[in-house]
């Protein structure tokens, strides 16, 4: 079946940092990748998203790039804030067939430092 | 700006007890999903309707829980007879022919 690995947190960086956050997926066909961010007391809102092989998704500085050789779906931003704490999803919706529901991964809490 | 709402917000019950969570999606999205999240854990589906027909509840457990859309708007979650392991929050979402699914804020629920 469909799986989504990534890291484990919490990830604690201080401000200005670098991110990443490792995803990797399992699915057959061509899946469509996404990245979720839920801040603390609300819903999970999407923040980018990929449909095919070597699309890259950006939103808000965040960027990642859908590697099919790979199977991944790696969350980048070049300089973290604190408003960027919060928790992160990787999912994944399954090609073709109406039966469309997402598959996310653990999630990574993500605590930037001043 | 539309919004997916639901109703309660929190849910305190006793085991063996019914609870029912309600889901109005965004206007005119005909897709409407039931998602639980389990605290630490990413939400997994529970159920899928199309307007008023279910696609998907192969993750349902249909010994206790319930789901309908009965005029293919809003939805109604049911669990009956509640266990403790059902604590975690219930998430609705909604989308519109196959585009993003918009979530809304959840219910957390509680069972003693």
């Known amino acids: 079946g469909n799986s989504v690995t990534q890291m484990e947190g919490p990830v604690t960086l201080s401000e200005e940092a670098f991110l990443t956050i490792n995803c990797t997926y399992t699915?057959?066909?061509?899946?469509?990748l996404f990245w979720y961010v839920q801040y603390p007391g609300e819903g999970l809102q999407l923040l980018l998203k990929?449909?095919?092989?070597?699309d890259k998704g950006s939103n808000k500085g965040f960027e990642a790039t859908y590697r099919k050789e790979t199977t991944s779906f790696h969350l980048e931003k070049g300089s973290v804030q604190v408003s960027d704490s919060a928790v992160y999803f990787c999912?994944?919706?399954?090609?073709?067939?109406?039966?469309?529901?997402?598959?996310f991964g653990k999630g990574t809490h993500l605590i930037i430092q001043p | 700006e539309a919004e997916v709402a639901q109703s309660p917000r929190y849910k305190i019950t006793e085991k063996s007890q019914a609870v029912a969570f309600w889901c109005d999606p965004i206007?005119?999205?005909?897709?409407l999903y039931w998602y639980r999240q389990i605290l630490g854990q990413g939400p997994e589906l529970l159920v899928q309707?199309?307007?008023?027909?279910?696609?998907?509840d192969s993750q349902l457990p249909k010994d206790r829980f319930s789901a309908e859309r009965l005029k293919g708007v809003d939805s109604t979650l049911k669990i009956q007879p509640a266990e403790l392991g059902d604590s975690a929050m219930y998430l609705c979402?909604?989308?519109?022919?196959?585009?993003?699914?918009?979530f809304g804020p959840g219910t957390r629920l509680t069972v003693l």
């Open positions: 979402a909604s989308s519109g022919q196959g585009r993003e699914q918009f």
């Open positions: 206007s005119g999205h005909a897709t």
């Open positions: 999912a994944l919706k399954a090609s073709g067939g109406g039966a469309d529901g997402l598959t």
């Open positions: 699915a057959t066909g061509y899946p469509s």
């Open positions: 990929a449909t095919k092989a070597d």
């Open positions: 309707f199309q307007d008023e027909s279910v696609v998907d």
